[in-house]
């Protein structure tokens, strides 16, 4: 991969997915990017690029830009987040929304474990959640609907207990027992599109995403997940994560790593 | 010992003790033993062998560590026989014990679990897998 296609992926990753791909990752554009080239049925990454900048169909476009986002995910990464979301969030929402029904939405879910952490939490706790779980990436969506988790992925995170409670082994997969998997709908979404419609959630999870985004382009993804939420909703972070450079719409909760609160004013719009 | 389990300390300066957690391997395989030390060295640990259970339980007997690892098809005495008798010890309850093996049928993981095991490890493993099940079992 020369200079110039690297310069050029860059550009594509940032306008397309809003994702920032480091001036130091040009050896793993070319590592990830291998297995692309081979399944699109080219010689090489350069040729594939080279077709890509004369010609750019989105579906290659794609597939090179889902190949470079970052999926690294893990059953109930920071713990702390799924105690906090089952125990606490869940049932005080619960009580005040109609039917008992909690909407929760994980934006930028990868490959699904966050998610169905999340419907765990829920159905353990007998609280009601429609639970949405998006990505940019349609490989990832793919493997998150699919259920299967390979030994090494079940594992991470998952007790052994809770592993069998919830997963049954599939050749030489595990797979979310229908109740759990019935209980998260998975769908291909940007979050760099505007809403255009008006579902609005209680709890969004936006974890481990924004650190990877372009910093001229986390205001308008933040500004997006703002209109998404409910005014007396919770929007939750990566524990390390933080948004007071890039909004004015949000309140860190104080003691609780990566949730945020809407700002009073950006509640005077809903009055 | 009493019930009390043995605690070894680290001299830090001359004022403070700082407390080292210590995790027992116990496999037949030397190989298992020598990457599941590394892994649990780097994770803080201060680590010691038993090549099988009646090894393990005089391990205990003497000192009795935080964290065990515990092979299930050993020689002389396997994993569950060696867990039954560590529950009965003066102080065996306390230790999180860790099935380490390459069993993965639902109905032997929960043999293991109903026996007393704290948490149950499919091989092959890796360090962000025993991270995870450390920290759920609150051993990190």
Not at chain 1, 16 to 33: P, Y
């Amino acid at each position: 991969m020369t200079q110039d296609d690297f310069d050029r992926l860059q550009g594509l990753l940032a306008s397309r997915a809003g994702f920032r791909l480091g001036r130091d990752r040009i050896h793993l554009a070319e590592h990830r990017l291998a297995p692309v080239a081979r399944r699109e049925g080219f010689d090489s990454v350069d040729a594939m690029l080279q077709t890509l900048w004369v010609k750019p169909v989105a579906s290659l476009g794609w597939a090179v830009i889902e190949a470079m986002l970052n999926p690294e995910t893990w059953f109930r990464r920071d713990r702390a987040v799924f105690d906090t979301f089952a125990g606490e969030l869940l049932p005080a929402i619960s009580r005040v929304r109609p039917g008992g029904r909690v909407q929760v939405w994980s934006a930028g879910c990868s490959t699904g474990q966050e998610a169905y952490s999340l419907a765990m939490g829920a159905l353990s706790a007998g609280v009601t959640a429609d639970i949405v779980a998006t990505d940019l990436s349609q490989r990832a969506i793919d493997k998150a609907r699919s259920g299967l988790f390979s030994a090494f992925e079940i594992q991470r995170g998952l007790s052994a207990r809770t592993m069998l409670d919830w997963f049954e082994p599939a050749e030489d997969a595990w797979s979310a027992v229908p109740r759990l998997k019935d209980a998260v709908r998975f769908a291909r979404h940007n979050l760099l599109d505007a809403p255009t419609d008006g579902a609005r959630f209680d709890v969004i999870l936006c974890r481990n995403v924004l650190a990877d985004v372009d910093p001229a382009q986390r205001g308008q993804i933040v500004d997006h997940l703002e209109r998404r939420l409910m005014d007396d909703g919770v929007l939750i972070l990566g524990a390390e994560e933080r948004i007071e450079g890039d909004t004015m719409a949000f309140r860190a909760v104080g003691g609780r790593k990566g949730l945020y609160v809407k700002a009073p004013s950006a509640l005077s719009r809903a009055a | 010992m009493g019930g009390e389990a043995a605690r070894r300390f680290l001299p830090l300066g001359d004022v403070s003790l700082v407390e080292v957690r210590t995790c027992l391997i116990v496999d037949d395989s030397r190989i298992i033993r020598k990457v599941a030390r590394r892994i649990v060295e780097g994770l803080g640990f201060e680590v010691d062998e038993a090549a099988d259970g009646v090894e393990a339980l005089t391990h205990c007997g003497g000192l009795m560590p935080d964290v065990i690892l515990l092979d299930w098809n050993m020689p002389v005495m396997d994993g569950m026989g060696f867990l039954k008798r560590l529950r009965e010890q003066p102080g065996g309850d306390r230790p999180k014990v860790l099935f380490c093996t390459i069993e993965t049928a639902p109905e032997r993981i929960a043999e293991a679990l109903g026996a007393g095991a704290d948490d149950y490890v499919m091989k092959p493993f890796d360090g962000e897998i025993l991270q995870s099940k450390l920290s759920e079992v609150g051993a990190v």
